[in-house]
């Protein structure tokens, strides 16, 4: 029992979801848990969490992106825009275009030590001025059958999105614990100083975060143009903040070194079901800001909180070694290597 | 990697217990409307909460519903397109006799209402219609047309300029549909009264009232004989007004569309020239009629347009409870 309650306790972001999904179970009974709404929720669920999975890459590197949102937008107006070359196409250019901008980035970040935070709120007002003059400040629509299956379609009861993005969080899952460049990212995050002694390649680690995160930011844009069928000026405004606090209910840090894409993938969830719980109980937007404010300000000092206790006890039970801090964790999750 | 099986096993376990008590079909536990109960299910995915037209526009639906055995469930996306088109899917799920939309952008709620459509729901676009292509989802559009408020302008124009003079126009969103129509209804205006005002400059302040206040003092730095300015909606007309006044040029008249408050108090006041007022109320009055049409099986028409009235200091007292 006490083993399944510890297994629990580390999951704040597993245990935020299914409290607040049965909290909303029993006070709105089948409003909440009907096919229709539970389908819906997992569609919009489905479609930002390839963006949320990026920031959280990007967190644990020890960075954060704000301009996720602009990248997101401009992805979505590309595959629409460039349709009239095929849908393959379009879809490439959107990518391509993400790994771009995640590029800038990580340089920005990387060689010309830039702050991140500064640096990427430069790209967002970049690549947000680009897609309005793409647009031409209003929305474009979907030309190609079928484009819609993709971010609108379902196979059965189930948004064929949810099973783009489950996968797509699987694989990040597996990037992250079992390959070497998973491992260094976590080092780069926990103590990069630390992380270059023993060998990291820090820089090209940080700009490999940003490219991929740019590129997930584009796969929700995809996702979202293919539900929309179409693309509108106001796609991924204010989803910067959003994404940073599902990332770090998550389990990941401002500071790095901790987090991973299962854990953003139900912070996520727990947002979006909070958002549509406070829907159907008809609760304004106002209201709705200022608690998914409350949310994140409540698991992060309770995280904080455990992983305190956890350090403390640590230190007492197992004397350190040199090696212990070289040697990555097999166990990302509990912050980096000590500064020595 | 064994307590993170543990736990995942026991967060299934607790989710398929939830679901366990969930319905398969939405209609199962509700009201049903299809089983024709006399309760008027309609709902309501408006833009924004904080515009004035929708407070007007709910104020109507409100004061409507009274009047028959209506439910009006209300939602507000807070002018995000993904929110509406999410709300609208929500909306659908819960199977109500109508559901009316204001859209956020004309393209983006389309594959939702058509999914929509096609479960069985009627559907009416209110103040905002969707595109083109989109239109053979709805029933009918209740709005005002932006040709008619344009037009009334363009009179107004005509006759307080006494047919000549510049005028210059503060647009909104370049390319959207009311701005372009608003635009074409005051040049047609002028064209029928034989008018020889010019338009010496067009100039977007996309609907805010702090840029229209910095483009028109722009446009009357550059042309020093504008002698009215036509602010697209009223917030840009009232921050025309003030850039007028900044500049202490007198004799300018500026002109606006809505009927808000301030506008009306302004015009009252003798500084706001005129304004178009939209009845936004009436149109939230006619969707519901609308809606009662629908449900009891009555042909609606394609488009129910609200009528537009021109109003000056002269008519201002007429006018005024209606200004919102």
Redesign the interface.
């Known amino acids: 029992m006490k083993s399944i309650l510890s297994a629990l306790g580390h999951q704040t972001a597993l245990l935020t979801f299914l409290g607040l999904f049965l909290t909303f179970a029993i006070f709105l009974g089948s409003d909440f848990t009907s096919l229709g709404n539970l389908s819906n929720v997992t569609r919009t669920l489905a479609i930002t969490a390839p963006l949320v999975m990026g920031q959280a890459i990007v967190l644990i590197s020890g960075g954060i992106d704000i301009s996720v949102g602009a990248t997101m937008a401009m992805a979505a107006a590309l595959s629409i825009g460039l349709q009239h070359y095929g849908a393959v196409v379009s879809v490439g250019a959107a990518i391509a275009f993400g790994a771009l901008v995640g590029a800038a980035n990580g340089l920005l970040v990387a060689k010309a030590k830039i702050v991140a935070f500064i640096a990427t709120v430069g790209t967002m007002s970049i690549v947000r001025g680009m897609m309005l003059v793409y647009t031409d400040e209003g929305s474009i629509s979907n030309t190609v059958p079928g484009f819609g299956f993709w971010g609108g379609g379902s196979v059965g009861p189930i948004p064929v999105p949810f099973i783009l993005s489950v996968s797509l969080m699987l694989v990040l899952w597996w990037l992250l614990r079992y390959f070497k460049i998973g491992r260094e990212m976590y080092a780069v995050g926990g103590n990069k100083e630390t992380a270059y002694l023993a060998g990291v390649a820090v820089e090209r680690v940080q700009v490999t975060a940003f490219v991929w995160c740019g590129m997930l930011a584009s796969v929700s844009g995809v996702l979202l143009a293919s539900r929309l069928e179409s693309a509108t000026p106001q796609i991924g405004v204010n989803l910067e903040l959003f994404s940073i606090a599902a990332a770090v209910i998550g389990g990941a840090s401002i500071l790095g070194g901790r987090g991973g894409a299962v854990g953003a993938f139900f912070g996520l969830a727990a947002l979006v079901i909070l958002t549509n719980g406070m829907n159907l109980l008809g609760i304004t937007t106002y209201y709705q800001l200022a608690t998914n404010a409350v949310l994140l300000i409540v698991v992060v000092v309770l995280d904080a909180l455990r992983s305190n206790r956890a350090k403390r006890q640590s230190l007492r039970l197992s004397p350190r070694t040199v090696e212990d801090e070289l040697t990555p964790k097999r166990e990302p999750g509990l912050g980096g290597p000590h500064p020595l | 990697?064994q307590?993170?099986v543990?736990?995942?096993t026991?967060?299934a376990l607790?989710?398929t217990v939830?679901?366990a008590?969930?319905?398969?079909?939405?209609a199962?536990?509700?009201p049903d409307a299809s089983t024709g109960s006399e309760v008027l299910t309609m709902c309501v995915v408006h833009n924004f909460?904080d515009s004035v037209s929708v407070t007007a526009m709910v104020k109507g639906m409100n004061a409507e519903a009274s009047h028959y055995d209506a439910e009006i469930?209300?939602?507000?996306p807070?002018?995000?397109?993904?929110k509406q088109?999410?709300?609208i899917?929500?909306c659908?799920?819960?199977q109500p006799d109508v559901l009316v939309v204001n859209a956020?952008?004309?393209?983006?709620?389309?594959?939702d209402m058509k999914?929509a459509s096609e479960a069985g729901i009627k559907i009416l676009t209110i103040n905002a219609d969707v595109?083109e292509?989109g239109q053979q989802y709805r029933m009918s559009f209740i709005g005002s047309d932006s040709f008619t408020q344009g037009y009334a302008v363009g009179s107004m124009i005509a006759e307080g300029l006494n047919n000549e003079g510049n005028l210059a126009i503060v647009g909104g969103?370049?390319?959207?549909t009311d701005s372009v129509n608003r635009t074409e209804g005051v040049k047609a205006a002028l064209a029928d009264n034989n008018s020889k005002i010019k338009i010496v400059a067009e100039q977007s302040a996309n609907w805010s009232q702090d840029k229209a206040l910095t483009v028109t003092t722009d446009l009357l730095t550059r042309f020093p004989d504008i002698d009215a300015v036509f602010g697209q909606d009223d917030p840009m007309a009232m921050g025309a007004l003030l850039a007028v006044k900044n500049s202490g040029k007198t004799g300018i008249k500026v002109y606006g569309v809505n009927g808000n408050k301030e506008a009306c108090a302004s015009i009252k006041d003798g500084e706001l020239a005129g304004t178009a007022l939209q009845m936004s109320e009436l149109l939230g009055v006619s969707a519901v009629r609308a809606a009662f049409d629908l449900k009891v099986g009555r042909l609606v028409p394609d488009k129910i347009l609200a009528p537009t009235a021109a109003v000056t200091m002269d008519n201002i007292t007429k006018w005024e409870p209606q200004c919102w």
């Open positions: 990697m307590r993170q543990k736990a995942a026991l967060a607790m989710v939830a679901l008590g969930c319905t398969q079909s939405p199962d536990d509700q909460a469930t209300y939602f507000d807070a002018n995000d397109p993904q088109a999410s709300m899917a929500d659908a799920s819960r956020v952008d004309p393209e983006a709620v389309i594959p999914r595109a292509d969103n370049p390319g959207q």
